[in-house]
């Protein structure tokens, strides 16, 4: 998308992008409701997709790629039987994003020839693989990105939960996520066992809601499979994961629960409490919405100009008068505000790469 996109465009090629792929996957709904489910319920159901303001906003706006899953997961519960091609269109949209593995259980209702079900996983296994394959020959292990790091940053290390906002309402944290595997794996075999096997959206439908409840992570765009599962059973219901996720992203974040059980520093170190954020002399940095989040991140604030290298150079653990803090969890931004401007670093390890800046002029941010 980058190689076509013309100079200057920015985010714009990738909102078209978004445009197209929540069009297309109004299209295939509504092949699909006419074709497999109600024909005469079709553009109703459609529209709970086309109409719901997850669509605009997610897909479009922030033009995430799960919208591409979106509409592979459709494609793939819209074929006529649980053979090669499902199993197919299901790699190919694990392979764009992890969620929609949920929807194997669904994929493979009432399905209990084990042929059958080796024909779906077995093509399944060999899309993602077929996927990951270049990445795998170019990096190895690396292929895993961030991932090991999002699952320790977002809360789901044990021993450190910030999530399974519901069951901990009834559990302990240390039982939180034992019970919501046993869960989810009772909850599969339900759906796989008992499931439609005319309407496999459905039994995808429960497990994926069942696991964005349970799990809760802060991120609406991750409920857009749920919508279009919706769309495609009718069950509008639903449609409250993603306002439940919009609530989270919105109203709170993993780093507010935390403090008060470890005990960490309202500061990086370093900072005082009324006072700039462990910024270099001379610089005048300061904290921009430290808040809750800084006592996770532990980060420090650097300068918006890098003392070498140019605005988008790479600053070094010396690049900061004060220790450069070190971070359990991966990456992590920081920002600093001097001369009306915002700066962003981001921390990886023990270096700092900065990313850009933020001109704050009459009140309104222009990125650059």
């Known amino acids: 998308m980058h190689a076509l996109s013309p100079s200057g465009s920015r985010h714009k090629p990738l909102q078209a992008g978004g445009v197209v792929l929540a069009f297309g996957t109004t299209l295939a709904l509504l092949a699909v409701g006419r074709r497999r489910g109600d024909p005469s319920r079709a553009p ?217 059980r470890r005990g960490r520093t309202a500061r990086p170190p370093g900072a005082s409490r009324s006072g700039p954020a462990c910024a270099p002399p001379g610089h005048g940095g300061s904290w921009i919405g430290a808040g809750d989040c800084a006592r996770e991140h532990r980060l420090c604030a650097y300068p918006r100009t890098p003392p070498a290298g140019g605005r988008f150079g790479r600053l070094t653990r010396s690049s900061c008068s004060a220790p450069a803090p070190r971070r359990r969890n991966g990456p992590g931004v920081v920002a600093v505000e001097e001369g009306g401007e915002v700066a962003f670093a981001v921390v990886f390890g023990g270096g700092v790469e900065l990313v850009g800046h933020l001109g704050v002029v009459d009140g309104a941010v222009d990125g650059a």
């Open 44 to 260: 109703a159901r459609a529209a709970l997709w086309g109409w719901c303001p997850a669509v605009p906003f997610e897909a479009v706006n922030n033009a995430h790629i799960d919208t591409l899953g979106v509409l592979l997961t459709v494609l793939a519960l819209g074929t006529a039987t649980a053979g090669t091609r499902r199993g197919a269109l299901l790699g190919a949209a694990i392979a764009v994003k992890l969620l929609p593995v949920l929807a194997l259980p669904g994929a493979l209702a009432g399905q209990r020839s084990p042929a059958r079900v080796a024909r779906v996983a077995s093509a399944v296994i060999a899309a993602v693989a077929l996927a990951y394959l270049p990445y795998v020959v170019a990096s190895g292990t690396g292929v895993l990105g961030y991932l090991p790091g999002y699952l320790q940053e977002e809360g789901y290390e044990p021993g450190d939960v910030h999530r399974f906002a519901l069951l901990r309402l009834l559990l302990p944290d240390a039982a939180a996520g034992a019970t919501v595997v046993v869960l989810l794996a009772l909850t599969a075999l339900y759906v796989w066992w008992r499931g439609d096997p005319a309407r496999p959206w459905r039994g995808a439908l429960v497990l994926t809601g069942t696991a964005l409840l349970l799990v809760s992570p802060s991120y609406p765009w991750y409920s857009l499979l749920v919508v279009g599962l919706v769309a495609l059973d009718g069950r509008w219901e639903w449609l409250t994961v993603t306002m439940a996720g919009t609530v989270l992203y919105l109203g709170g974040s993993p780093c507010t629960a935390s403090p008060s």
